[in-house]
């Protein structure tokens, strides 16, 4: 029975990554730009219907909707080769056509503004499917459309849809340089806060990381956001891949997210991918064994969430959980030869409280995509030191706190009005007592610890840090 997800694509970088995606998607299962099944489409075995459903006349609409508050990159879409893929009535764009502004409490208000509007539209879609089994949304944490609309969605989600799995591929901005976004650790604050409380699931995609990747590993001196996205593009659809090829194992996403999240907090996801490699010449000489893709997938210039770590602290770092989900031509005796060697060298450094043991998911190649490689291997891993990432969140948002930097921007919003700014305060609570978990995970005591954290502010003078505890216990 197909489970089907409903993709929501918000703002420009949200727009951008889901056009990505669907073009991969398409060209995975034989797909035209119409919409049209190829001709050479003929193998089965793969369910389109998860991600896709079929109109009267037989063509695959993507099950999507795709919204922002200014026009330019949605009118790209409806231009381009790939304008006849979508259904036009899941398409919003708002009426004034100026954006957030980049401003987080801009995109939550008109998102609060246009609410009924949007809602219809992803019921219109949920009562289309069989059996939902839940959202995926595609954002930055940066902008205002994504971050702020995209917040908002989060809670009306989690008030419609309690029942549905949400999950997110959230993109952090590029920590190393200036951005042109001067708010952007206010924005990035104000939307980890509805990460955390109202998501199952958040797979991150670090901007920093991603352009390190295409610098190194694509050797790209000066990559574009194109050249970014379609990295992007390739982690979403590898990690679809169980879903879209069942197997009898991570099938569908309840079980992926708990395979991988055992405590609802550190749902944060990191991922890897290889071989990524354009060289000619690296293609010729290497000969991709499960192996070799495993023990690659630990290596941290694989990994797409770049560590702010001190080298004391990065030691100490310990994997959650693991799933490689591992495409191409394997034999599972490999699987299982691999997982012993890397015991054998302590490659993966895991928690003491819980299974130390990689997880592995064999999923077939799409039979329409050639690549010049046998076998490829995605990681999603939940990793403590994750935290470092919304430790830097929190150090930038404290320097522009500190001088009281850019407020009236937020001011001018029902939620800011009258100088109230305890939603900062809250949000930065949060995501504090969200490093303080993911620390408290590299310890051995750690499922006392949450027992006693949660008996002291329960006990305690009953201040607002009981009340957010016992909502982020949920």
Same mark, same amino acid.
């Given at each position: ?86 259904? =036009? ?19 939550? =208000? ?28 595609? =954002? ?9 609309m995209g917040s908002y969605l989060l809670e009306a989600l989690n008030d419609r849809y309690s029942k549905k799995l949400v999950q997110t591929y959230s993109v952090f901005p590029n920590q190393m340089e200036t951005s042109d976004v001067v708010v952007q650790p206010y924005n990035s604050l104000l939307t980890l806060k509805r990460l955390t409380l109202n998501a199952d699931c958040v797979v991150v995609l670090d901007n ?10 694509? =050797? ?255």
């Amino acid at each position: 029975m197909p489970r089907e997800i409903i993709t929501l694509q918000v703002g420009q970088c949200g727009n951008q990554i889901g056009m990505e995606f669907w073009k991969q998607l398409c060209l995975e299962h034989g797909i035209s730009k119409e919409g049209i099944l190829e001709d050479f489409a003929t193998q089965g075995g793969d369910r389109k219907d998860v991600f896709f459903y079929q109109a009267d006349d037989e063509h695959y609409i993507p099950r999507a909707l795709l919204m922002d508050l200014e026009p330019r990159v949605i009118n790209g879409i409806q231009n381009s080769d790939y304008r006849n893929l979508y259904n =036009h009535e899941n398409i919003y764009l708002s009426d004034h056509g100026g954006g957030a502004g980049n401003n987080w409490a801009s995109g939550y =208000h008109q998102g609060e503004q246009v609410e009924e509007d949007i809602m219809d539209m992803i019921d219109r879609e949920a009562d289309g499917s069989d059996s939902l089994e839940g959202f995926v949304l595609c =954002h930055s944490i940066a902008g205002g459309t994504g971050s702020g609309m995209g917040s908002y969605l989060l809670e009306a989600l989690n008030d419609r849809y309690s029942k549905k799995l949400v999950q997110t591929y959230s993109v952090f901005p590029n920590q190393m340089e200036t951005s042109d976004v001067v708010v952007q650790p206010y924005n990035s604050l104000l939307t980890l806060k509805r990460l955390t409380l109202n998501a199952d699931c958040v797979v991150v995609l670090d901007n920093t990381a991603l352009n390190r990747i295409a610098v190194d590993r694509l =050797h790209i001196q000066n990559p574009t956001f194109a050249q970014t996205n379609s990295l992007v593009s390739t982690v979403m659809s590898a990690s679809t891949t169980t879903l879209r090829y069942p197997g009898y194992m991570n099938n569908d996403l309840v079980g992926l997210v708990a395979s991988l999240i055992p405590t609802p907090r550190c749902h944060f996801l990191m991922t890897g991918y290889t071989p990524l490699t354009v060289e000619r010449q690296a293609n010729a000489i290497r000969k991709t064994t499960v192996l070799d893709v495993m023990r690659r997938l630990l290596q941290a210039k694989n990994i797409m969430v770049s560590s702010y770590a001190r080298t004391k602290e990065a030691s100490q770092a310990k994997y959650i959980s693991i799933l490689n989900i591992i495409q191409g031509e394997v034999d599972p005796t490999q699987v299982h030869k691999s997982l012993q060697r890397i015991r054998e060298r302590k490659l993966a450094n895991f928690i003491e409280w819980g299974p130390a043991s990689i997880q592995v998911a064999l999923s077939r190649k799409s039979p329409y995509v050639q690549t010049s490689h046998r076998v490829s291997g995605l990681m999603l891993a939940s990793h403590t030191s994750i935290r470092h990432l919304f430790s830097k969140c929190l150090s930038q948002y404290e320097k522009l706190r500190k001088k009281q930097a850019f407020l009236d921007n937020y001011r001018k919003f029902p939620m800011f009005a009258d100088n109230d700014l305890s939603e900062f305060d809250e949000s930065r609570e949060i995501v504090q007592s969200l490093v303080d978990e993911y620390k408290a995970c590299e310890s051995p005591d750690y499922i006392k610890w949450g027992m006693e954290d949660r008996n002291r502010t329960l006990t305690g003078d009953g201040s607002s840090t009981g009340t957010l505890d016992s909502r982020l216990a949920m």
